[in-house]
């Protein structure tokens, strides 16, 4: 049976993976995922698509407080309830989000050379799911679109067979890993159960330049792969494909090596 290999999540949007033995299921995600954020002046996010020294940052989240260390120097970011809610986008999502302290804004700005803010959505900061792939009241944290991203790691082992070069499961930045399927099994999946969760999946993830910065570096690969090999075998209408976008059915805990059940085929 198919198990889950490997958990991530990640407490800022495009920061450095936090791989996790256990982690909570909420409807927007992974318990503290992607639940902070980098923003321009204007509330724009900024991402490691534009910013690849964001992949650098290590960060961790102590409740609604922002723990970060880059590079040896080290923030801890408090949300401004107090404050009024700056109003910040996201691929096209608007979210009145939390502003941090002038301190966090002021050190993430050094950091990336240019000025930019740090937001936090709490639980009042409201981000729907894209109607045509959800039901009424699906919610989504800042993750692109979905609230979480499962890939096999057949997928990626297929993916390093056509590579000169390999790469790590980090250039795809998923939360769940599932072990013991075929290559892209999970595009063959329309509901599954983790241990105690279910989830709906709902999308195929189409994968863009971010996928060419290397999580060692925070450099773009010179070749542009591994996107350039994986538009030759994963091109569809749709972009390339690579992973499956999940929205919970549940809530409860997973745990590395949970088993995963196919309780719907696609």
């Known amino acids: 049976m198919a198990r889950l290999s490997a958990l991530y999540r990640y407490p800022l949007k495009s920061a450095a ?3 996790c033995d256990a982690v909570d299921v909420t409807p927007r995600g992974l318990s503290q995922d992607r639940r902070w954020m980098v923003v321009d002046m204007s509330g724009r996010a900024l991402t490691g698509r534009e910013l690849g020294r964001l992949v650098l940052l290590r960060a961790d989240a102590e409740g ?5 260390d880059a590079s040896g120097t080290s923030l801890r970011a408090h949300p401004q309830y107090a404050a009024p809610r700056p109003r910040v986008t ?3 999502s608007t979210v009145d ?3 941090a302290d002038a301190d966090a804004d002021a050190w993430i700005s050094r950091l990336l050379d240019r ?5 936090f959505m709490d639980d009042g900061a409201r981000r729907p799911v894209d109607p045509a792939y959800a039901v009424a009241g699906d919610e989504v944290s800042f993750a692109d679109g979905f609230p979480l991203l499962l890939l096999s790691q057949a997928a990626l082992d297929a993916l ?10 980090q250039r795809f930045r998923p939360n769940l890993v599932v072990s013991d399927t075929e290559p892209h099994a999970e595009d063959r999946w329309r509901r599954i159960r983790i241990g105690a969760v279910e989830f709906d999946v709902v999308k195929a993830c189409t994968r863009c330049v971010f996928t060419t910065v290397d999580p ?4 773009r690969d010179p070749a542009g792969e591994p996107l350039r090999t994986l538009v030759g075998y994963r091109r569809s209408p749709g972009g390339v494909t690579f992973g499956q976008n999940l929205i919970p059915r549940g809530i409860g805990t ?4 949970d088993p995963v059940e196919v309780l719907e085929p696609a």
Do not use: K
């Open 254 to 257: 997973v745990r590395v090596g």
């Open 160 to 169: 390093n067979a056509r590579l000169a070069t390999p790469v790590t499961m």
């Open 90 to 92: 996201v691929w096209g």
């Open 64 to 68: 609604d407080v922002l723990v970060l």
């Open 17 to 19: 993976a936090q791989a």
């Open 216 to 219: 060692a570096t925070g450099e």
């Open 115 to 119: 000025p930019a803010r740090l937001v």
């Open 97 to 99: 989000a939390i502003a």
